[in-house]
């Protein structure tokens, strides 16, 4: 059987991928702040690790389209000899990150033998939006609602 570990490089670092101009991602009661770095419930902020957020904001940015694996490999760890079920145990862990708010939806779409999509439905902003009536509050990215360390820290090159 072939070995599943394969090197990757590509020039796109994550952390710089973060940099671009949007700043706010808001889906189904979640808000990405990509400056801040930081994923907001209007309970508090969900901690991820590095690359669990880069993996969100990496599926965000490129949501219109099928990303394939070999892209997500090279965009998560740029020249790093990673298996690819690395890959396969971030997207899960980062599943049951978002359906702690909603357990019937789907947020991320798997295409068979094609890859994967971010599937919800996203508004993106440059600056911080006033709260409207009834809309949600997110609280400020020092606040802490932690995710269990289980699904934050596990191996997986995170």
């Not at 979640?30 to 309970?43: A, E, G, I, K, Q």
Request: with cysteine; charged share 25%; aromatic share 6%.
């Amino acid at each position: 059987m072939k070995s599943a570990i394969r090197e990757h490089t590509a020039p796109l670092c994550p952390s710089a991928a973060v940099q671009r101009a949007v700043r706010f991602y808001d889906f189904a009661g979640f808000r990405v702040d990509t400056s801040r770095r930081c994923l907001l419930t209007d309970h508090g902020r969900i901690r991820l690790t590095a690359r669990l957020f880069d993996l969100l904001v990496f599926l965000l940015r490129e949501r219109h389209r099928a990303v394939s694996r070999a892209e997500l490999l090279d965009a998560l760890w740029p020249g790093v000899v990673v298996e690819d079920a690395n890959l396969s145990v971030n997207i899960s862990l980062l599943r049951k990150v978002l359906h702690r708010n909603d357990a019937g939806a789907c947020y991320i779409e798997t295409l068979p033998r094609v890859g994967y999509r971010f599937c919800a439905d996203v508004v993106e902003s440059l600056a911080e939006a006033g709260r409207s009536q009834g809309g949600p509050r997110w609280h400020a990215c020092r606040s802490a609602l932690e995710v269990p360390h289980a699904l934050c820290s596990v191996g997986a090159g995170g």
